[in-house]
């Protein structure tokens, strides 16, 4: 079965740093594109990043372009989501999923979320 646990959110401050891990198990990770998304309060879930099977290329929503770093440790099964210069509009529970794209990631299973909650 398919193991996603997402996890290293928590309260911050605007203009703060967090860095999200996501352990992965029960499928061939390396061979596998992965996507952050995100679902606000009262929201729909939203696709935050993306990143190829050796981590050459990623992708990002135009909210957290130059904002956030997504990366990959195959070794690991390992997925990172490196937040910096927060917003509290960036407020919401992050989950990990398998997909290269918005389409694929926002119709994968996700796992555990973590929250992230940015004060202004």
């Known amino acids: 079965d398919v193991q996603l646990q997402a996890f290293g959110g928590g309260l911050v401050q605007s203009g703060d740093s967090l860095r999200l891990s996501c352990a992965a198990s029960?499928?061939?990770?390396?061979?596998?594109?992965m996507s952050w998304i995100r679902q606000a309060p009262g929201k729909g879930p939203e696709w935050v990043s993306s990143i190829s099977t050796t981590g050459e290329t990623t992708t990002y929503a135009d909210s957290v372009k130059g904002r956030f770093t997504i990366s990959r440790d195959n070794a690991k099964n390992m997925l990172y989501l490196q937040g910096h210069s927060l917003k509290p509009e960036d407020t919401a529970v992050y989950y990990c999923?398998?997909?290269?794209?918005?389409?694929?990631?926002?119709?994968?299973?996700r796992g555990q979320g973590t929250q992230v909650t940015v004060s202004s």
């Open positions: 999923t398998l997909g290269s794209n918005d389409w694929a990631a926002l119709r994968s299973p």
């Open positions: 029960g499928f061939a990770f390396s061979r596998s594109a």
